[in-house]
Each structure stands twice: as structure tokens, then as C-alpha cells.
């Protein structure tokens, strides 16, 4: 019987794992060369979700490019509404107003949290700690049911303009928000104790999905990736935007920068979102929420209404679009997955000339095969869940 | 949330992890089940049980700012307050509003919309088109989703009347009144 057993062919075979798995969210193939259930290799495809991005911004004016980017990183869309923005402010040398900066801060973190619990969640479900995911959802439900009363949609928030936001926050917001923390304090308590020394998850998560910190730097690893690997690198503190120098957060490190180290990275960082949110919230001050510009930004309701300069200037910035001056410029926030970047170029008419995005999970899927190469194939998917690919912003 | 870098004896022992995850979701469990008996009999209302709702025969209030279904609001006299000036067609990213404007004979200062129509199947609910009317004539604040079924492309396309009723009928019946339609339109398929 051994001697058979020994000469059993060791060749390796490929396997195609995708397009649709049902273990991979999002669509994505992997090639994969595997010498039993070893992977040596993996070949990764995206692209699976190109919707064109950025021509269809070149088509639009830069007001109605903030609907495309709410569909990039569907998981927090009001980063992307923030960094794109921002960008176009940037080039355009306009200061926003205080009040406005805070909400874009507080708004921001929301959706990093979001962001950190829909990937812990699903990758601890497909794990099979199935509760753990859904009491994250259920994190998740209570904070978007927040966003939905402040941005008038639970998803497609479209919240933020070029010079400031479209409304203020609702009444009673402070209050809300406090309720909902106390909830997902409880929740993540919950789902701590039930993951953190559960050693059917340490054994799957742990050691698994390794990058070492030249690589993770070699590849351009941004985010909860790179951070997990031990390198003190956050947009926020590196080169800080809106408030955020005046806020006081941690960078959560991890050392090996294995799976593990990625998810208590990212439930560390919902914690220090959570003070950010605190904070800002005690220091918001009172004011508009929209600089009083008349080039960039559409005038008061009564305004149009009741003056015929603010109805000419109300058709202008319709008709026309925002006039951004010629130029190019590279702007980065810090989104859920990492540094995501808008890079525009304006001519200075009323529609970008070239926008593009560096997506944070794209430049994350190129170091993959790095990641997996020598683990099983069952490794596979916590090590793609902790990326958190986003379709939407992977493949744009 | 730490990280636990040597499993000891605690970890490796799998059951008193096991028991204490049972001890989690068992007070989870049991808390719900109390709190929706304790709903069932009308008690304790305002505990929130399990956040799943039983959607349709409970719902969640849409918010102030919930962006809905489109109305063309209305002069006192019952004509619509458009006067086809074709902003909100301008201002749609998803090029989904077709309007064609019409002159009244009597009227030389304004037009009017003959057709007015909006696609919702290419709609995307972003609310530029309100943002951009300079007349306050079209709102999305019905507070009612956008219909999910039909029969044909045509079945999506709201055109003036229906945009224009859907004001007359906010009017009379209320959001609540209005959704509640909506929503019965369902439970007959
Ligand atoms: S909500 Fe947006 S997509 Fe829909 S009709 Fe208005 S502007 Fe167009
Ligand atoms: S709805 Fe408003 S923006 Fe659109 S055509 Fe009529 S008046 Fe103009």
C-alpha cells in the first residue's frame, strides 16, 4: 500500500479560482498554481467591475463627478466624497469653513468605521464565525441608519460639494451618535470575546497571509496592510488635512504583518474613529457649512428666488459648471483600505480634463501573490477578506 | 482588542472558549426573545429587540432628508410651477429628465413643460436636479422609495401627470398615506 503511495505523480496543477466565488465579495479570478493544496503561486485578475470611471468623469461636469465617486469604495463613499472634493479644492486654492471641516472629519470616520466592520465582519463569517459578523453588521446598521438622516441615503450619500457639504448636520445629531457608540462599544465587546482568543480563528488568521515591512513598502501597500507590518505611515498624521492635527488619535501598529496583525489593527482603529467622532463633536464649532463664493458654490435658495443676481449666478454654475483653473494636482485623504488619491488635471473649463484615482485595494491585489505564496488554499480568503478589495475602487 | 501572541493552555483547551462564546450569544439570544415575547403582548415598546425589522407590517421613518420619489409641485391653481427652463435636465448626471417645452398663447413671460418625464430606471436618486431648480418646482421629499417592479421599461418612466398627482396626493393623503399605497401595491402582486 506505501509504495503506491509514493509514487503518485507530484506535478503541479492550476486551478482558476472566480470569477464569482462565493468566498471572494467582489469579483476577481485567481490563477493559481498549486502542488496539492500549496499554493505556489497566484495570478491575480481584476478588472471584472470597469465601468469606466475616468472617462465618464470627463464627460461630466466637476459637480456631477461626486455621484461617480460615492460608487468607487462602496463601503465608505464619504471618504471618496471628501478626497475628491478636496482634490479639486486644492487646485482651486479654496479654504473651506470651519464648521464644514469638522463635519467632513466626523463624516469621514463614520465610514471608516464602516468600512473596518464590514471587512472584520465578513471575513470572520466566512470564517465561520458567523455571529461575530452579523453582530458587526448589526454595528454597522445602527451607524448607517445615522448617515442615512444626515446624507438623505444609505449608500449613494452624495453628501459632500466642491467649497463645502449640501446641508448640516440634523438636529439632535450629538445625541444619535452617542446612543449608536454605546451600541457598537457593546457589540465590538461582544465580538472581542468571542474572536480574540477563540483558537479555532487565531489558528486560521495568525502566521497566515504574511508580508514582510520592505515588501509591503516595495509594493506601495498603504493602510491597515502596511500598518499591520509595523511602519507608523497614516495620511492623517503624515501629512495632515482638514483637522485632524488638532485631534488626538493613535495609529494602531501591528508587528508581523500577518492577518492577524490586520484584523486588531483595524478593530483598533475603529476604537481611535470613535474618539476622533468624540472629539470633533466637542469641538465643532457653529457656522455655515459652505464658503460664500460665488464662483464655486450655488447660492441660498431665497437668493435664487428673490434676486436676479443670484438666479444669473445660479444658472452659470448649472449651465457652465464650476470654472476650475488649469493645473494638476495629486491629493490624498486617507480612505478604509489606505491612501486613496485623486489625481486631476483641469483646463480650466467646466469639466475635468483627466481625473484619476489611486485606489488603495488595487495596489493591494498587486502584492497579493506575495501574500499567499507557500499557504494553503483555504488561506486564501481570510487573507483576501483583510484586504477588503472593493470591486468598485479596485477595478473602477 | 488585543493581540494574543502565544496561544496558552486557556486558548488550546478550545471548551472554556467554547462556553464562553455560548454565554455571549446565549444572553444575546434570550435578551431578544424576552423583548419580542414582551413586544408580541404590547410590553416595552421602546427596548429595541433584534434590529432586524419586519418590513413590510413595521418600518423605519425615512428621515427629513431622504431623497424619494420625485413630485412636481404645483401653483395654487393646480399647473405645475415648471417652467421648462431645462436646469434640472442640465444638472442630471444621469442624463435621465427629457422635457419638452411649450409657450402659452396668453402668457409671453413664461413657458411651460409639455412633456416632462423622468426615467427611473437610469434615475440614481442624487438630487441635483432639486438643487437645480431655480423655482422650487420639482422636490424629492414624498418619502417614498423608488418602485422596484413593473411590467415593461414604460412602467418606469414618470411622466408630468404622475409627477404632478403624486403632489396632489401628498397633499391629501400625507407621507404616511402615500407610502402605504406604495407599499400595498406590493402585497397584491
Ligand atoms: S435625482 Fe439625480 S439622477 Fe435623478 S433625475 Fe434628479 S438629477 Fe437626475
Ligand atoms: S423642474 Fe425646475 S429646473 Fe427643471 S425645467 Fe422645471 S423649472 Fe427648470
Known amino acids: 500500500m506505501n509504495s503506491e503511495r509514493t509514487d503518485l505523480p507530484i506535478e503541479t496543477m492550476d486551478l482558476q479560482m472566480g470569477p464569482s466565488h462565493p468566498a471572494t465579495h467582489g469579483t476577481i479570478k485567481f490563477n493559481l498554481k498549486l502542488e496539492g493544496e500549496k499554493v505556489l503561486d497566484c495570478d491575480v485578475e481584476v478588472g471584472y467591475l470597469h465601468r469606466g470611471f475616468a472617462k465618464s468623469c470627463e464627460q461630466a461636469t466637476w459637480t456631477q463627478v461626486i455621484p461617480y465617486t460615492d460608487r468607487l469604495n462602496y463601503a465608505s463613499p464619504l471618504i471618496n466624497n471628501v478626497g475628491y472634493a478636496m482634490a479639486v479644492e486644492k487646485l482651486i486654492g479654496l479654504e473651506i469653513t470651519p464648521r464644514c471641516q469638522y463635519i467632513r472629519v466626523i463624516m469621514s470616520e463614520l465610514s471608516r468605521i464602516f468600512d473596518h466592520l464590514t471587512c472584520c465582519g465578513m471575513t470572520a463569517s466566512e470564517l465561520g464565525a458567523i455571529t461575530a459578523g452579523f453582530y458587526m453588521l448589526e454595528a454597522r446598521e445602527i451607524l448607517m441608519r445615522i448617515i442615512e438622516a444626515v446624507c438623505g441615503a444609505r449608500l449613494t450619500v452624495t453628501y459632500v460639494r466642491i467649497g463645502g457639504v449640501k446641508h448640516d448636520l440634523p438636529y439632535g445629531f450629538a445625541g444619535d451618535i452617542e446612543r449608536a457608540f454605546r451600541i457598537v462599544r457593546k457589540l465590538l465587546s461582544d465580538c472581542d470575546r468571542l474572536l480574540s482568543r477563540n483558537r479555532i480563528f487565531l489558528d486560521r488568521m495568525s502566521g497566515v497571509g504574511t508580508i514582510s515591512e520592505e515588501m509591503a513598502i516595495a509594493y506601495g501597500l498603504t493602510g491597515p496592510l502596511l500598518r499591520s507590518t509595523g511602519v507608523r505611515y497614516d495620511v492623517r498624521k503624515a501629512h495632515p488635512y482638514l483637522v485632524y492635527d488638532q485631534l488626538d488619535f493613535e495609529v494602531p501598529l501591528g508587528t508581523k504583518g500577518d492577518n492577524y496583525d490586520r484584523f486588531v489593527v483595524r478593530i483598533q482603529e475603529i476604537e481611535q474613529s470613535v474618539r476622533i467622532v468624540e472629539q470633533a463633536l466637542k469641538k465643532i464649532p457653529p457656522g455655515p457649512v459652505t464658503v460664500d463664493d460665488p464662483r464655486f458654490v450655488l447660492p441660498e435658495k431665497e437668493r435664487v428666488h428673490g434676486s436676479i443676481e443670484g438666479l444669473m449666478h445660479h444658472f452659470k454654475i448649472i449651465m457652465e459648471g464650476i470654472k476650475v483653473p488649469p493645473g494638476e494636482v495629486y491629493f490624498a485623504v486617507e480612505g478604509g483600505n489606505g491612501e486613496l488619491g485623486f489625481y486631476i488635471v483641469s483646463d480650466g473649463s467646466g469639466k475635468p480634463y483627466r481625473i484619476r484615482v489611486r485606489p488603495p485595494s488595487f495596489i493591494a491585489m498587486s502584492a497579493f501573490h506575495e501574500m499567499v505564496k507557500g499557504c494553503m488554499v483555504a488561506d486564501l480568503i481570510p487573507t483576501f477578506g483583510m484586504i477588503n478589495m472593493i470591486g468598485g475602487e479596485c477595478d473602477r | ?189
Open chain 2, 1 to 189: 482588542m488585543k493581540r494574543v501572541e502565544e496561544m496558552g493552555l486557556w486558548e488550546r483547551l478550545y471548551f472554556p472558549e467554547v462556553l464562553r462564546g455560548l454565554w455571549v450569544t446565549g444572553c444575546r439570544f434570550w435578551r431578544n426573545l424576552i423583548v419580542h415575547t414582551l413586544h408580541l403582548f404590547g410590553l416595552a415598546k421602546d427596548i429595541q429587540a433584534a434590529i432586524t425589522v419586519q418590513y413590510p407590517d413595521e418600518r423605519l421613518a425615512y428621515p427629513e432628508t431622504f431623497r424619494g420619489r420625485h413630485r412636481l409641485t404645483l401653483h395654487d391653481d393646480g399647473s405645475a410651477k415648471c417652467t421648462a427652463c431645462f436646469l434640472c435636465a442640465t444638472a442630471c448626471p444621469a442624463e435621465c429628465i427629457y422635457i419638452e417645452a411649450g409657450e402659452y398663447p396668453d402668457n409671453p413671460v413664461e413657458k411651460y413643460p409639455v412633456r416632462y418625464e423622468i426615467d427611473t430606471l437610469r434615475c440614481i436618486y442624487c438630487g441635483f436636479c432639486v438643487e437645480a431648480c431655480p423655482c422650487d418646482a420639482i422636490r424629492m421629499d414624498t418619502g417614498v422609495h423608488p418602485a422596484n417592479w413593473g411590467f415593461s421599461r414604460q412602467d418606469f418612466v414618470e411622466n408630468k401627470e404622475l409627477l404632478m398627482d403624486r403632489s396632489r396626493q401628498l397633499q391629501a393623503k400625507g407621507r404616511e398615506g402615500l407610502y402605504e399605497e406604495h407599499v400595498r401595491r406590493y402585497q397584491h402582486v
